[in-house]
């Protein structure tokens, strides 16, 4: 037998599986954000897919991004909601002052990335189709979660282009 020979397939679903385990990673630092604020210097890009079914982004924002964002929460985000029933969370952020609620089913996220440990996953633009994360669309007749009142506009939240995450090829010397 050569060592070359390619692994029998697998009757077990070890990819969904893992695929699970690492957007667990991503959910549960979310809910700590939301149960417990942020510690210390930690913050969070998420990159989702804004054309996933159950994604739920302003019309400014999904007319700009119209099939993958990323966002940061750090300093300027407010009501995040994890919601493991629905597959799905939600936050507040601001947009040149304005505040815009955003609804991102588990399926959607495709990047997680905490730069202050500098510790990063990514996820298959698929993943939705695992029954793990299998989304429910909104109910259209369900009302929109009002904007939370503030007494002063905080700074608009960052909206960050993947180039800063990927390497840049070495210069001939």
Known sequence: MSDNAAPPESLMPYDAWAEEALRDVAIRALEHAAA???????????????DHPGTTVPGHLKARYP????????????????????????????????????????GALTMFHDPQVRFGLRFPVTGADLPTFADDAPDEDAP??????????????????LDAFRRKPAKDA
């Open 36 to 50: 417990h604020g942020l510690p210390g210097e930690h913050h969070f890009y998420l990159t989702f897919r804004t």
């Open 144 to 161: 929109a979660a009002a904007p939370p009142e503030s007494a002063e506009p905080p700074a608009p939240a960052q909206v960050v282009s």
């Open 67 to 106: 099939q993958e964002i990323t966002i940061v929460v750090q300093h300027q985000f407010e009501d995040l909601q994890v919601d493991r029933a629905a597959q799905r969370f939600a936050v507040t952020l601001f947009f040149g002052g304005v505040p815009s609620r955003l609804v991102v089913p588990f």
